[in-house]
């Protein structure tokens, strides 16, 4: 008997509305849907769209005016900030269009304070943060800080970072916005491999040839889904001779 996926995401009739002291906008209206755990997942829309509302939402970092939303079991609607800061430390894996990393502070250094925040022991933020390093391909760049990076590693450093705390997803935002097309590819193959083996992805984007990467794609447009696709022979598969040697491990290294 095959076991069902489990439901990492659950999104339930999602509204969002910014009100000023003379107009009311939208954005999103009555969104519903489901993401089960080793999807990999593109939502993709226009600038306006409400994508970039979604995702906050989904990143625990800005609740819905009305609806639901389940994070791996957990209502996210009804916590406190500090909650809601500890959730997006424990469950979400950011990475960001501009990478977020710290100036002048070494790639070793960006990838543990995740971990730091945990109160991890320091010897095993040292062992984890070389691990995910090397996974992508950043082995020989330990030492070197952000700024001494080009910005497809840096985006490297971003995805080491955002795995370390083994999260129920990985959440991207226009991952690729900031770096040229041939390091691009680069990510996208990373991405790939950490959903092959196992990882759940959310990818926000506004580009139809890296949501090709994705095997789903929802459409989203003036605040509603108005497409939800699954792909299957049409995905765009690309490869990386950075993705050589032990594959990262799904959720749980950090309790072995």
Known sequence: MSIKP???IQASHLSKIYHT????TIALNDVSFEIKEGEFVAIMGPSGSGKSTLMHIIGALDKPTSGTYIL????????????LSDIRNRKIGFIFQAFNLLPRTTTMKNVMLPMAYAGVPLEQRLITAEKFLRLVGLGDRLSHTSNQLSGGQQQRVAIA?????????????????NIASAQADEIMAIF??????????????????????AKRIIH?????IVEDSTKHQQRKIVSSPL??????????????
Do not use: C, F, W, Y
């Open 72 to 83: 791996d079991g957990e209502n996210v609607e009804n916590l406190t900030d500090d909650e």
């Open 220 to 224: 989203i447009k003036d605040g509603r």
């Open 243 to 256: 993705l050589k040697g032990d594959a990262a491990q799904p959720r749980g290294i950090l309790n072995k």
């Open 161 to 177: 970072r955002s795995l370390v705390m083994n999260p129920a997803i990985l959440l991207a935002d226009e991952p690729t916005g």
């Open 6 to 8: 489990k439901t990492i």
């Open 21 to 24: 002291s003379d107009l009311e």
């Open 192 to 213: 790939q491999k950490l959903n092959d083996d196992g990882h759940t992805i959310v990818m926000i984007t506004h580009e139809p040839d890296i949501a090709e990467h």
